[in-house]
Each structure stands twice: as C-alpha cells, then as structure tokens.
C-alpha cells in the first residue's frame, strides 16, 4: 500500500486537550505532538513501560470506533471503564479506501474479548470464524495466532497491543509471517511492543517513544535491539555487572 491509501493516514491533536485534566495530558508524547503521520503498512510504537504507546494506541483504536477492552467494531461490552479520554481529543485523518475489516487486540483485556465471544455465539457459528474452538480452549499464544490466522481477513486496520506478550520467540515469527500475508492483502497494522523480533518486520516505521515526545528511530538503532544483542553476545558478562553485590 502506498501511504496515499493506508486506512489511515495520520492523527492530529486537537486544541481542546489543552484544558484536559488527566494523567494523559502530561505525557510528553501527548504535550509535544500536534500531528503524526503515518508512511507504511505497518507502524511500531516503541517505548518504555509509562511512556504512553498503549495509550496512543487505545485512543487511536477508540477514536476509529473499537470497543476500548478489544474486538472488532461490533463488540460492545464493558467490564470496567479504564480507557483514558484521549480519544475525545484526537482527529483521526483517513485515506480514500474504506476498510473492509479492523480488530484491536489488546493483551491486557484478551480474556473478556474471548468471554465475550463465547456469549454471543449462540449457535456454534461465531467461533467458527475464530478457528472453531473456543479461545478458552486454547493457551493463550494458540488463541493470539488462531485470532490472527483465522479472524483477521485482509484489507483491514489491525491495532496490536503488546502481542508478543502471549508469543514464545517461535510465535513471534509465525505472527510476522501472518502480519507479512495480511499486508499483501492490502492491510494496516499499528503495533505497540516490547518485542525487537516483531520489530524487524522489513520496511516497517519504527516510532520511538521517550521524554522528548516521538521520532523515527532505524531498527539497529532502538534500545530493543541493542540492548538484547548485547546481552546475548556476551550474557555471562552482563549478569555479571547486574548481579553484582555491593
């Protein structure tokens, strides 16, 4: 997809968050971003835990009209209200091409989305469109890559909360091969992770996180991948420094 047709294209912060009397308000991601701007099929918000990517992503998910604990646009459950008003303050600019499809999965809440899923399918055909076996039949990285595999239908936008979560290593590649079939079916994927295996998906916009708000950052350049080459070049020396009594 060329970024002319990506789903959608940017986000744009409106004036109004200025009065905002919330935590997200302070986030310096939020306070040092007006518009961002969105160039490839697949997007990774990188940063550290408090850094404020889960919720970029969730407001981002519910400005698109997603339920905030997850699932597509027709779920409509809630077991607690805790998603942040950021949503109310962000102006989502989409490209010419309706999706056809859209999913926002979410770690943390993937349990009341599978719940949920098990409540609705009445008569045994839902969960056939989820692989035929109830999500809570399944591990919980079995259930991630059934949902991928069977629920994610091309041309669609996918918003992936920390997945790698549920994901060994082994997984994790098999979910770049899927994310990798899905964007030749003309899809968007806007990832929030910790995982640098996810990351390395080729031609991907790594956007990085910190105190000074969000930039670009190459893949070779995130902490993610430098920190974990490190570490596995040399563990013994690494645990070593980070063992070490006083």
């Not at 912060?13 to 490839?40: C, M």
């Not at 998603?83 to 999706?99: F, I």
């Not at 979910?175 to 079916?185: G, N, Y």
């Not at 993610?224 to 645990?239: G, S, V, W």
Request: proline letters at 5%.
């Amino acid at each position: 997809m060329e970024p002319r047709d990506l789903y959608l294209r940017s986000i744009c912060k409106k004036p109004e968050i200025h009065g905002l009397n919330s935590y997200v308000a302070h986030l310096p991601l939020v306070q040092r971003l007006d518009t961002l701007e969105f160039h490839q099929p697949v997007t990774f918000l990188v940063g550290e835990n408090g850094s404020g990517k889960s919720t970029l992503l969730e407001a981002i998910a519910v400005a698109w009209g997603f339920n905030p604990e997850g699932g597509s646009r027709n779920f409509n459950f809630s077991t607690q209200q805790t998603h942040s008003p950021l949503a109310q303050y962000l102006k989502l600019v989409r490209g010419p091409y309706r999706a056809k499809d859209g999913f926002f999965l979410r770690a943390e809440s993937f349990y009341n989305v599978a719940t949920e899923i098990d409540r609705l399918d009445t008569d045994g055909t839902l969960v056939r469109s989820y692989g035929g076996i109830s999500l809570h039949g399944q591990s919980h990285g079995e259930s991630f890559l059934s949902l991928m595999l069977h629920r994610f239908g091309g041309q669609g936008l996918y918003l992936l909360d920390e997945p790698e979560s549920a994901l060994s290593p082994t997984r994790q590649l098999a979910a770049l091969s899927v994310i990798h079939q899905l964007v030749q079916q003309d899809s968007q994927f806007i990832i929030a992770t910790h995982s640098p295996i996810l990351m390395a998906y080729p031609q991907a916009e790594i956007l990085v996180l910190d105190e000074e708000g969000l930039h670009v950052t190459p893949y070779r350049q995130t902490e993610h991948y430098q920190l974990t080459r490190r570490f596995l070049e040399a563990p013994e020396k690494m645990l070593a420094i980070l063992l070490e009594e006083d």
